[in-house]
């Protein structure tokens, strides 16, 4: 209980309301840093995807190359055989050059299957390089974007802050010690309001719990502060109107 309340009440409602304005602020600077760092995180992420998809589209290009020197080495075989083929002697010659073409005709199909299948993984593996990359510098591009409109208004919000403090800082040295103390002890009890209207039935605005008769009228009059037996929060005259 602290006497002499009437401009104390006022200076404690702008006060109240500062603190409040304060710790919104705080919460929007935060949620601004967070945002922020996701942005960079996303950046981060798109990165190493990027990475991983070139790098899986040049082991698909080593592939591709080897696939075609294995079919240029089963032509040229071929090309061979047949210059064999035209100088065969005899039949048993010409069997076993029939033989080994048999052979490299299977091995050539082989290879230009391996080619061609090594050709399409290609194709795939170039297409998600090029989209991986389309999404980091998507990401790097919302980063520049949002990030610039994220420090713009994080500033702003440092700016606005830094007077709410110095509004504040006048407030609570106009409280006198009692009230000072008295604010701080209630608003550091617990979050939630400090300061809550007397309903008209004469019950605390947050947790209804009646307030006697002769407590009511002092809170009207707003000469005394009297906190809430039941939730503790300083009670203050409803507003007018
Ligand atoms: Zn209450």
Redesign the pocket.
Known sequence: MVGGADNQLDTLTALSEADVAVSGKQERLKALDEERERLKRSVEVCAERSKLAESLAEKVETRVRTAHRAVEAGREVLRHLDARSASVKNMQQHFAVKTETDTARRNLQAAEDDQLQAMMDQDDARAAAAGAAQALADAKKALRKHGAEIRAEAEEASAELKVIQRQREALNERLQPATRALYRSVRGRRGGPVL?ALLPDGA?G????SVPRQRQADIRSGSTLYL?E????ILRPAPAG
């Open positions: 809550v605390c947050r947790c209804y719990t809430c039941g939730c503790g929060v």
